[in-house]
């Protein structure tokens, strides 16, 4: 006779966790939820030791150690803390304040707590015992002498560092290792005795096998030589570590990916619609490798009828498989200068999944009805299977445009009526652009053009037609119908967020205008289009460059939540991202989400919030990682320029000096404070200038500059420029001539 196990009865006091069920349908046997326990111990009003909480929890002996971790975890996320006795302690209680250690170059640093709301200085004493991106509390102990909250550590919560990339020193026989991340301050100490293969001046791995406290600095262990600072491809090596940028496959995943098919099979067919006799087309770049989507339009009665076919990752990316762990770990591919860091292995990014031409692929297709007046009437998304019948490039779209009885135009003869079609859409798109009031910056993108050494040989500006425009105003109403789908089933998805202005922020924006006779209209809470409507007041203005930059640093970075706000600078109630599952994981989301819309499901990844920080996360460490990367090949394309003379716009206006970017090599250098000539300078934050106090001479935001390039520095990517004279010195010279920026991610 069997005899079958039973779950033991939980207590009363278990039962009565407001969270149970979700505790329960995530782990099986329930524990006590986080916000439970934390009710809990604050109805006691007395630190506890954890085998009493654990008693008036009633935990099971089978349940104390996965009890233990769950403590564990909440420590570690600043929730709890043991005080000398051991005993458990409700943070917010002791008014203890958990969050991120942020460092400085200068040897201070600032807690970024876990609330928001300011960040509190940490003085450099405070950050003798931690490194950057450490996990704290902390307690408020006043103001600092500038006015500012100043904080003191507590607890070390969690260590963010383990390993660290940097140059190797040795002085008097003292081996140390200087990190390439500046904001940590502080030489890790090679540990002493023990033997390693690198010379001072390589840059190497180090292990840290002792963290820093009050009384020592950190002590590491040399685990892997890298090479000499200036080895080709060097400045990406350093960047990818620096930035702990995932980018080795591991044996499990190349064995995976090598499993795939190399092409569609019938199995893969079943469920799909068929429009492989349609002529969709991929339009890219020159360089790309990678196609995530296809373009159809043909003209209707009374419109035009637009396929957006998108790359069908999700049919072979299952959730929680390990190509799936690893895509949400990178988040995102890199794009560095010459080398790809892609989200998923090239069988996959360039191969399976990428729409190559005269291939059958599958995709997902957002077939739209779109008025000729650019309005979308309706949609409808499939899977399908396709075949791309031709690989199109910006250029050559043009080229067939400009020239419809051309060489391209006849090479391309099948498509071009299409293409054409599709251009005439985008004029409707982009008249309806701007009747929704869109924000359009103008800005101008830079390309680096490389030697054969793998060193720039120049920058120049990337030219822009209306060719690209045509693809991205496709992919916008792809996006908007995605997140519509979305909204209207009541799903639960990522959106593509971007908040208007901060009260502050537009505060000081409007102080900014009205200097220069402008308002921008709209109150308290303007709409993108009373942005549009000043942008076009100014773009002729000789000053049109500086109010641009400042309206457009007014605004906030756009970012992934499941919150929907909007997006304020493409002045959409709802906006997501679809359009390019191969390389943005958030992509790959919204396809899982659609599909189960589709078939009438539901898809839960699981905590969309902490998916959308994570994501958001991902795309600036890639935003800074290329950005270090790009510094560090300009300072070596400026190293045989030390002594030459530009024309250049001052970018950036600081307290310490002036960012001026150069004419024709869009090159940003700084001119110190001091180098200003003999006055003082104070910096107004407001008018984006330094004002002498002296001379009351004045250096703003777009003001034109004449300096001489006087120091280039590898080691810390930095350019120093002065001014050529103290005469020269004495104000700005005007000019006309306004260099542009890179566009702001949307």
């Known amino acids: 006779m069997s005899t079958k196990h039973k779950t033991p009865k939980?207590?009363?006091?278990?039962?009565?966790?407001?969270?149970?069920?979700?505790?329960?349908?995530?782990?099986?046997?329930?524990?006590?939820s986080?916000?439970?326990?934390?009710?809990?111990?604050?109805?006691?009003g007395v630190p506890m030791q954890p085998d009493e909480f654990a008693q008036l929890l009633a935990i099971r002996p089978d349940e104390i150690e996965f009890?233990?971790?769950?403590?564990?975890?909440?420590?570690?996320?600043?929730q709890l803390m043991r005080n000398r006795k051991g005993a458990l302690c409700m943070v917010e209680k002791l008014h203890l304040i958990p969050g991120i250690v942020q460092g400085h170059p200068d040897g201070f640093g600032f807690l970024v707590p876990d609330a928001g709301g300011d960040d509190l200085f940490l003085s450099s004493r405070e950050m003798e015992r931690v490194l950057h991106g450490d996990r704290v509390v902390a307690r408020q102990?006043?103001?600092?002498?500038?006015?500012?909250?100043?904080?003191?550590?507590?607890?070390?919560?969690?260590?963010?560092?383990?390993?660290?990339?940097?140059?190797?020193?040795?002085?008097?026989?003292?081996?140390?290792?200087?990190?390439?991340?500046?904001?940590?301050?502080q030489d890790i100490l090679v540990e002493p005795g023990v033997k390693h293969k690198a010379k001072p001046g390589?840059?190497?791995?180090?292990?840290?096998?002792?963290?820093?406290?009050?009384?020592?600095?950190?002590?590491?262990?040399?685990?892997?030589?890298?090479?000499?600072?200036?080895?080709?491809?060097?400045?990406?090596?350093?960047?990818?570590?620096?930035h702990d940028l995932p980018h080795v496959f591991s044996d499990e995943i190349e064995r995976l990916a090598k499993k795939f098919p190399k092409g569609v099979r019938k199995i893969d067919l079943e469920g799909r619609e068929d429009v492989r006799d349609l002529p969709l087309v991929t339009i890219d770049g020159e360089t790309a490798r990678d196609f995530d989507d296809a373009v159809y339009c043909e003209k209707k009665l009374r419109g035009w009828r637009l396929l957006?076919?998108?790359?069908?990752?999700?049919?072979?990316?299952?959730?929680?498989?390990?190509?799936?762990?690893?895509?949400?770990?990178?988040?995102?591919?890199?794009?560095?200068?010459?080398?790809?860091?892609?989200m998923l292995p090239e069988e996959l990014s360039n191969g399976l999944c990428s729409l190559n031409p005269e291939v059958d692929r599958l995709c997902m297709v957002c077939d739209m009805d779109i008025s000729s007046s650019g309005e979308i009437k309706q949609y409808r998304f499939y899977p399908a299977v396709m075949h791309s019948h031709a690989r199109l490039t910006y250029n050559k779209v043009w080229d067939m445009l400009q020239e419809p009885k051309g060489a391209l135009a006849k090479e391309y003869a099948g498509v071009l009526p299409h293409v054409q079609e599709l251009y005439k859409l985008y004029q409707a798109l982009a008249k309806a652009r701007g009747k929704r009031g869109a924000i359009d910056f103008e800005t101008i993108e830079t390309q680096m053009i490389f030697n054969e050494q793998g060193k720039i040989e120049r920058?120049?500006?990337?030219?822009?037609?209306?060719?690209?425009?045509?693809?991205?105003?496709?992919?916008?109403?792809?996006?908007?119908?995605?997140?519509?789908?979305?909204?209207?089933?009541?799903?639960?998805?990522?959106?593509?967020?971007?908040?208007?202005?901060?009260?502050?922020?537009?505060?000081?924006?409007?102080?900014?205008?009205?200097?220069?006779?402008?308002?921008?209209?709209?109150?308290?809470?303007?709409?993108?289009?009373?942005?549009?409507k000043l942008l076009e007041q100014i773009k002729t203005r000789p000053d049109a460059q500086l109010l641009q930059t400042v309206m457009l640093r007014s605004l906030k970075q756009a970012q992934y939540s499941p919150e929907n706000v909007g997006h304020f600078g493409l002045a959409y109630e709802a906006y997501t991202h679809f359009t390019s599952p191969i390389r943005r994981y958030p992509d790959l989301l919204v396809h899982r989400a659609i599909k189960a819309v589709v078939q009438k499901k539901t898809y839960n990844p699981g905590k969309w919030e902490a998916l959308g920080t994570h994501c958001s996360m991902t795309e600036r460490r890639a935003d800074d990682a290329t950005r270090d990367v790009e510094q560090w090949l300009k300072c070596y394309y400026m190293q045989d320029k030390i002594g030459e003379e530009f024309e250049g716009t001052i970018a950036g206006v600081t307290n310490f000096g002036l960012f001026v970017a150069l004419d024709g090599v869009y090159v940003?250098?700084?001119?110190?404070?001091?180098?200003?000539?003999?006055?003082?300078?104070?910096f107004d934050q407001a008018k984006h200038s330094l004002i002498g106090e002296r001379t009351h001479h004045h250096y703003r935001l777009s003001d034109r500059l004449r300096v001489k390039v006087a120091r280039v520095d590898l080691e810390t990517a930095r350019i120093d420029f002065t001014l050529p004279g103290v005469s020269e010195a004495a104000a700005p010279v005007s000019s006309s001539k306004k260099p542009g920026k890179k566009p702001r991610r949307k």
Not at 70 to 77: D, K
């Open 202 to 242: 390589q840059v190497v791995i180090v292990e840290i096998i002792k963290q820093p406290d009050r009384h020592a600095q950190p002590i590491g262990r040399i685990v892997e030589v890298l090479g000499n600072y200036a080895d080709p491809g060097m400045e990406i090596e350093i960047a990818l570590r620096k």
């Open 141 to 185: 102990i006043g103001l600092d002498r500038r006015g500012r909250p100043e904080a003191a550590i507590v607890e070390i919560l969690q260590r963010a560092n383990t390993r660290v990339v940097g140059r190797l020193v040795e002085a008097r026989g003292i081996a140390l290792v200087v990190p390439e991340n500046k904001r940590i301050n």
């Open 34 to 44: 986080r916000e439970y326990m934390l009710e809990l111990l604050a109805q006691q």
């Open 668 to 682: 940003e250098g700084l001119v110190h404070v001091t180098e200003l000539g003999n006055d003082y300078y104070q």
């Open 10 to 32: 939980l207590a009363a006091i278990r039962l009565k966790d407001p969270h149970f069920e979700r505790e329960q349908a995530k782990y099986g046997d329930a524990l006590p």
């Open 459 to 532: 920058i120049q500006p990337t030219v822009r037609n209306d060719a690209h425009r045509l693809i991205e105003e496709c992919m916008l109403a792809a996006n908007v119908c995605a997140s519509d789908i979305l909204q209207s089933n009541n799903h639960p998805a990522l959106y593509r967020v971007h908040a208007g202005p901060k009260p502050e922020k537009l505060i000081m924006l409007r102080d900014f205008l009205k200097g220069f006779g402008f308002n921008l209209t709209g109150g308290d809470e303007p709409h993108a289009k009373d942005f549009a």
């Open 308 to 342: 957006v076919a998108i790359a069908d990752v999700s049919h072979y990316v299952t959730p929680g498989d390990a190509l799936d762990v690893e895509a949400l770990s990178r988040g995102n591919s890199v794009y560095f200068p010459r080398r790809v860091i892609p």
């Open 67 to 78: 009890f233990s971790r769950r403590i564990s975890a909440m420590e570690r996320a600043g």
